[in-house]
């Protein structure tokens, strides 16, 4: 399943999957995904559950950071860390752990 970035800058073709997720779930970074990446997970109330940085270069990167979290709605936040404008918000996304 695809899933739409809520900025306008979105990072296009950003997919995570499964969804809903029960341990661990994927980021894929495609198409213009160049440089290095910081993902970084959120609850509903804001707070940070997990960062993790992500290289364009192997555009997969699995994550597990949530396994011991309850079933619920998270936030992840893709930033780009390498660019002429420092760093930049690429994409925010919603995720579901069953």
Do not use: C
């Not at 073709?13 to 779930?25: A, E, I, R």
């Not at 995904?33 to 992500?54: F, W």
């Amino acid at each position: 399943q695809e899933i739409t970035g809520l900025g306008d800058r979105a990072l296009e073709g950003v997919k995570l999957y499964p969804m809903p997720f029960t341990n661990t779930f994927t980021v894929r970074l495609l198409d213009n995904a160049v440089g290095t990446y910081a993902i970084t997970l959120h609850d509903l109330n804001g707070r940070v559950m997990h960062t993790q940085q992500a290289d364009s270069f192997y555009q997969e990167v699995e994550i597990s950071a949530l396994m011991d979290a309850p079933s619920g709605m998270y936030w992840i936040t893709i930033t780009s860390e390498e660019n002429e404008y420092g760093n930049t918000r690429v994409g925010t996304y919603r995720i579901m752990k069953r």
